[in-house]
């Protein structure tokens, strides 16, 4: 079975970093494009970036950009997103998926709180 674990949430003051991982295994990881998506209480769940499997191409949310990065590692088939300059209303749980418009399998998410 598709098993996605993300790790790296937590607690962080305004202007702060983190990096979330998304662990894949149970699927080719390479023959798909993994996203992020986020979920605030009361808000729907929505993407914040992707990346394809083999090219690399990103997309990100407006709110997002320049801020955050996705990125991949094809041999430890883990995703990642470095977040940068986080903000209040970064705050959500973040969950990571397979594919990149439509997605098939979601990981448990992991929280992350800016305040401070």
């Known amino acids: 079975q598709v098993q996605l674990v993300e790790s790296g949430g937590g607690l962080v003051q305004p202007g702060g970093s983190l990096r979330l991982s998304c662990a894949a295994s149970?699927?080719?990881?390479?023959?798909?494009?993994m996203s992020w998506y986020r979920q605030a209480p009361g808000e729907e769940r929505d993407l914040v970036a992707a990346i394809s499997s083999i090219s690399g191409s990103t997309k990100y949310a407006d709110s997002v950009k320049g801020r955050f990065t996705i990125s991949r590692d094809n041999i430890k088939n883990t995703v990642y997103l470095q977040m940068n300059s986080l903000k209040p209303e970064d705050t959500a749980v973040y969950y990571c998926g397979t594919g990149w418009t439509k997605i098939v399998s979601w990981g448990q998410g992991t929280q992350v709180t800016v305040s401070s």
């Open positions: 149970g699927f080719t990881f390479t023959n798909y494009a």
